[in-house]
C-alpha cells in the first residue's frame, strides 16, 4: 500500500550530538519522546538505543507519530522506500555524524543568540571518538551549532589528514584564511547569509561586514569552480527583515555557482521574546506583512533550479506560523 508520505530515511542514517543529547533529526521537528539523554562509552549503544530502534520500526510501518511536526513531510524526498540493510537495529553505522554540541562562533546572529559564545568545556564526543567508534562513518558535519574555524578543537580535526569526509557549516568568514591549511577533503560548504544586501546582511550577521562575506563567497566560488568543494549550498533564514531580498539572493547565489540555494523560516529560540518573536515571524498570517511574503515566494526566481523553497512552501507553513515563542525545542522529556 502507498504511504501518505514519502520514506524519510534521516534515522537510519544520521546522528547527531548537541550540547546534552543525541538526535536523529532536527529538534526543531523530531518527535521529544526520541530524544537521547544518555552517555554511554560505546555510541553503537546510541545507535541502537530503544528509543531509536522503535521509531525505525514505525518508519518502516509507514507510521510517522514521531514526525508529525516535520515539514519534510511536504518535500520531495530522495526516495520512497527503506535500503535492504535500513532496519529496526542497524549493523551499519550512520553515514552521517553531525556535531552540535559546541557553540562556539565568531558572529552572534540575531536569528541564532544574542551574544558571542566560546564555549570552555570540553566535550565527552570528541571528532577523534565518534570516527573510532564508527569507523565506517562517510562523512562529519560540523559545526551546525556554531563555526568549525572559530572552534579551536574542530579546526584541529580538519587539519589533520585522515577519514570521514567532511560537510561544513559554516558562516564563512574565516574560511579564506583557514583553507589551506585543511588536510581532509571537504565535500560540501554549506554557507548561511541571509542577505543580498549589506545593510541588511551586517543587521542580521553580527560581527561580519559585508565586504568580508564578499569577499568569501568569491574564494568558495572558485573552489567551486576548480571541483575542489562538490556541493555548495547557501542558506538563508528567512524573517522579517530579509524576506523581501529573497529573489536578489537566489540571483546572487546563482550567479556565484552556488548548487543549492535553501530557504527556512527563522525558529524561535529561547533568547527570542514573545515580542520580537511576533516582530519578525513573517510565516504567521496574522503578521502585517505576511501577504507581501507570499507574494515574493510567486517570483520566478524563487522557482529555478537549485533553489529549495520546500520550509516555506503553502504545506510547511501551517507549521510555523502558529508556533508560539513559549515553544522550547530544548525541552526535556521525561520518558
Not at 550540547?19 to 545507535?47: G, K, T
Not at 541502537?48 to 530502534?53: E, S, T
Not at 515566494?297 to 516555506?312: E, K, R, T
Amino acid at each position: 500500500m502507498k504511504k501518505e508520505i514519502p520514506f524519510c530515511p534521516d534515522p537510519f542514517m544520521f546522528l547527531s550530538r548537541d550540547q546534552e543529547r543525541f538526535l536523529s533529526c532536527c529538534p526543531s521537528w523530531m518527535h521529544e519522546s526520541r530524544f537521547i539523554y544518555d552517555s554511554p562509552d560505546n555510541l553503537w549503544d546510541v545507535w541502537n538505543h530503544p528509543k531509536l530502534v522503535e521509531w525505525r520500526e514505525c518508519l518502516l510501518n509507514g507510521d510517522y507519530r514521531y514526525c508529525q511536526m516535520c515539514p519534510n513531510r511536504f518535500r520531495e524526498r530522495d526516495r520512497n522506500h527503506p535500503l535492504p540493510h535500513e532496519k529496526p537495529i542497524m549493523e551499519v553505522p550512520p553515514v552521517t555524524f553531525s556535531f552540535q554540541d559546541n557553540m562556539t562562533c565568531n558572529l552572534h546572529c540575531p536569528s541564532c543568540r544574542d551574544h558571542v559564545v566560546s564555549a570552555k568545556r570540553g566535550h565527552p564526543y570528541s571528532p577523534w571518538k565518534v570516527c573510532g567508534d564508527f569507523p565506517g562513518l562517510q562523512t562529519v558535519a560540523m559545526s551546525l551549532a556554531g563555526d568549525p574555524f572559530a572552534n579551536k578543537e574542530h579546526l584541529r580535526f580538519l587539519q589533520e589528514p585522515g577519514t570521514p569526509d567532511v560537510i561544513l557549516w559554516t558562516n564563512g568568514i574565516l574560511l579564506p584564511k583557514y583553507w589551506h591549511t585543511l588536510k581532509r577533503k571537504v565535500t560540501v560548504i554549506v554557507m548561511s547569509v541571509d542577505a543580498c544586501q549589506a545593510a541588511t546582511y551586517e543587521k542580521l550577521r553580527r560581527g561580519a561586514t559585508w565586504d568580508q562575506v564578499q569577499h568569501s563567497l568569491r574564494y568558495i566560488s572558485d573552489l567551486v569552480r576548480s571541483k575542489a568543494v562538490e556541493l555548495w549550498q547557501l542558506n538563508f533564514v528567512v524573517q522579517v527583515d530579509n524576506y523581501l531580498e529573497m529573489p536578489g539572493f537566489a540571483d546572487m547565489a546563482k550567479s556565484l555557482g552556488v548548487h543549492i540555494m535553501q530557504f527556512t523560516p527563522i525558529a524561535p529560540w529561547p533568547h527570542i521574546s514573545h515580542e520580537e518573536w511576533s516582530r519578525v515571524n513573517i510565516t504567521n498570517p496574522q503578521h502585517p506583512e505576511h501577504g507581501a511574503f507570499l507574494r515574493v515566494l510567486q517570483h520566478p526566481l524563487l522557482h529555478q533550479q537549485g533553489v529549495d523553497i520546500g520550509f516555506v512552501c503553502d504545506s510547511a507553513l501551517d507549521i510555523y506560523a502558529g508556533m508560539p515563542a513559549e515553544t522550547d525545542i530544548w525541552k526535556r522529556c521525561a520518558n
